[in-house]
């Protein structure tokens, strides 16, 4: 992944949790499901979608092709199949209870940034190596969501300075734990960055 994409998995991250954050536990025992539970849930139902997607769309681009312009077809494609794969999402069980109106436009967005900002850039060798690329993708951001809104949660109780509050620890920690999350790329990639 480029620079750039790597700021869009950011981004996509940072985009999912804190629209499950939103809807934070205020009495005990919770009334409904926590901000754990919700991001889990949606970015379980956002991987789902994000690889169901990608498999549509190696199917289509080996079976059918690109008409036109390569470079730009491509993304249409991806783009495209990314909000009808998501769009059907909404339709998943126990949505009454996880899902709130934010959480379901954050499910349609980040699925079409995901699929916009790597299929395109995945060099495959085939069906096969796609899929591959995206499946280990997308259980990234299924991963660091989590993580990440664990993370939050714990930081939500912690003393932090007024000026670090919020955004800022947020991108430090997303960060860090992207670092320390890197060794994924040497594994399955063979680089580290």
Not at 20 to 26: E, L, S
Not at 94 to 117: E, N, Y
Not at 162 to 168: D, E, I, Q, R, T
């Amino acid at each position: 992944m480029t620079i750039a994409n790597r700021l869009v998995f950011f981004l996509c991250i940072l985009f999912t949790c804190y629209c499950a954050q939103k809807y934070k536990q205020t009495s005990v025992p919770a009334k409904g499901p926590s901000s754990v539970a919700r991001t889990a849930y949606a970015s379980l139902l956002n991987y789902l979608a994000y690889c169901v997607s990608g498999w549509l769309f190696a199917l289509l681009v080996t079976q059918v092709g690109i008409p036109g312009t390569e470079s730009v077809m491509e993304l249409v494609y991806a783009g495209g199949i990314a909000v009808l794969v998501s769009g059907a999402t909404l339709f998943a069980p126990m949505q009454q209870t996880f899902l709130t109106v934010d959480l379901k436009k954050m499910m349609v967005s980040v699925v079409f940034l995901l699929s916009t900002a790597t299929f395109s850039r995945i060099d495959a060798n085939g069906t096969a190596d796609f899929m591959y690329h995206v499946v280990i993708y997308g259980g990234m951001y299924f991963v660091f969501s989590i993580a990440y809104i664990g993370a939050l949660d714990r930081m939500s109780m912690a003393p932090i300075s007024k000026f670090l509050k919020g955004v800022p620890i947020g991108l430090i920690t997303l960060f860090l734990m992207y670092l320390s999350f890197s060794f994924f790329n040497g594994v399955f990639f063979g680089a580290l960055f």
